[in-house]
């Protein structure tokens, strides 16, 4: 995303492919979001998802 970045992504796999959802992208070097930033992008894209979908989450 650019150097000194860090990005958060949710992205849907559709045909061997990654297609991005959402994302937060901020400064900073190698390393995690917090847990809390992990559970708000969850939560906003849950509101994307129609129901019985199946939903597998990798970290």
């Known amino acids: 995303m650019g150097r000194g970045c860090i990005t958060l992504m949710v992205s849907v796999v ?21 847990q809390e ?5 969850i939560k906003a894209v849950h509101e994307l998802i129609p129901i019985g979908c199946d939903v597998i989450i990798i970290r």
């Open 14 to 34: 559709y045909k061997k492919r990654t297609l991005p959802l959402m994302w937060v992208t901020r400064k900073g070097d190698k390393g995690t979001f917090p």
């Open 37 to 41: 930033m992990h559970i708000e992008i």
